[in-house]
């Protein structure tokens, strides 16, 4: 008998559902990361890739903030001040700042290529006319940048001016990092809303004269355009202008931005329980009295930066008032309520005119009856003839006289009972 042989066994089939499960995570990591350019308070500028939680763990932010950055998704402008960094989204400005550098999530698009630059140059500039910058107590940085930043009170006077405040009292002092970095964010988005303003009011008053000067179905649809673009901006430059207002009425929304002091404040209160338990415990209870509201916190340096461009964004405000358009609304009504107020005195003219020429068709209607007068007789003579043609021009021009009188003593009771002009 020939023995069966069975063969080599099957190799088990791959597993599917595992590999694809692999592949799902990997490609979920790969979505979960994205590239930040790292901008460091030393000048040294990077691009990183850095995941969404990574950010959130260092950073100390929600995960809602981060989606107020997502560039893909459109939020009012905002300003939020967290426990370590501060979350910035201003018109087509995204970052999050931190005590040691600036993160921003959209750099490769060209239109914050300005800010981008902007922001390096200031730094680059404040960092190097300020070599001697001390470094923040250990442990405070963020994961994903290695380098350090500066105590303001150690840091010597520069003659940078982005890097310089004027107090009050005349005295000058170098503003922090993140101070400095917000500066630059509120300056390109003052300066982008002021350069479309400016734009706008160029477009918007050459086209409002040309439609006083010509009311035509053109040059209503241009307006028309112009003053939606117009509401459009005003929304959101008043939406920055709230947004600067509230961090300027409320002390402590202000104090939470000052992260370089708090930073240097918990080294300074560890170093102190090191020493002495007892004089901590007395600086914990003044932090803690401050945070309640008994001492009103020292924001003097980010209330003059912020009231800066408070008042310049007024002003860009004022620039979009509708009044010019409002007024000139108001003008061409009037032209139109005008031109419809003649064409109504036109009509009731012509009426008039209707009505009284009724009159002589009555005259016509009369004389076209079958009835035996003298004037409807055949004239037989030559005589006869030629009284009969006068007789017919009398009867004519009397009629066409009395209706010429009827009407104009119509225009003029109409005149004294002022429905005509």
């Not at 950055?69 to 201003?90: K, M, Q, T």
């Not at 840091?155 to 500066?183: D, N, Q, Y």
């Not at 649809?221 to 207002?245: A, F, M, P, W, Y």
Request: aromatic share 6%; net charge negative.
């Amino acid at each position: 008998m020939r023995s069966s042989n069975p063969g080599p066994p099957h190799p088990p089939p791959p597993p599917v559902a595992a590999s694809g499960g692999a592949a799902a995570a990997r490609r979920k990591g790969a979505a979960a990361s994205r590239e930040w350019l790292v901008v460091s308070a030393t000048g040294r500028s990077y691009v990183e890739e850095v995941g969404k939680h990574s950010i959130m763990d260092s950073a100390g932010l929600p995960a809602r903030d981060l989606r107020v950055l997502d560039p893909l998704f459109s939020y009012p402008s905002s300003i939020l001040g967290r426990e370590r960094a501060i979350v910035i989204n201003l018109e087509h400005i995204k970052a999050i700042i931190t005590a040691t550098e600036v993160l921003i999530p959209n750099s490769k698009d060209p239109i914050v290529a300005p800010f981008v630059r902007d922001l390096q140059s200031r730094i680059t500039d404040s960092h190097g006319s300020n070599p001697h910058m001390g470094e923040l107590p250990a442990g405070h940085g963020t994961d994903f940048c290695r380098q350090k930043s500066t105590l303001p009170g150690e840091v010597p006077k520069s003659s940078s001016l982005p890097s310089l405040i004027v107090h009050k009292s005349g005295s000058t002092k170098i503003l922090p990092f993140e101070f400095r970095a917000l500066e630059v964010c509120l300056e390109s988005a003052c300066r982008r809303l002021e350069s479309e303003t400016t734009t706008l009011e160029q477009e918007a008053y050459p086209a409002l004269d040309e439609l006083t000067s010509k009311i035509s179905t053109l040059n209503l649809e241009h307006v028309r355009q112009i003053k939606s673009r117009l509401v459009t901006l005003s929304g959101r430059v008043q939406k920055v202008r709230d947004e600067l207002e509230h961090l300027l009425d409320d002390d402590s929304d202000m104090a939470e931005m000052y992260l370089t002091r708090k930073i240097s404040s918990q080294g300074l209160g560890e170093s102190m329980s090191r020493v002495d338990s007892d004089i901590y415990t007395l600086h914990e209870d003044r932090e803690q009295q401050w945070s309640i509201g008994g001492i009103k916190p020292n924001i003097e340096e980010l209330e003059m930066l912020l009231e800066a461009y408070f008042v310049q964004i007024e002003g860009t405000l004022n620039k979009l008032s509708t009044e010019y358009v409002d007024d000139t609304e108001d003008y061409i009504n009037i032209m139109l309520d005008d031109k419809q107020n003649q064409l109504l005195q036109m009509g009731v003219m012509l009426t008039t005119a209707t009505v009284v020429a009724t009159a002589g068709i009555v005259v016509v209607s009369l004389f076209g009856m079958n009835i035996h007068i003298e004037l409807m007789k055949d004239p037989e003579t030559e005589q006869q003839k030629r009284a009969s043609n006068i007789n017919f021009w009398e009867t004519t021009l009397w009629s066409a006289f009395g209706c010429l009188v009827l009407y104009i003593l119509a225009v003029i009771l109409g005149k004294r009972s002022r429905l005509l002009q």
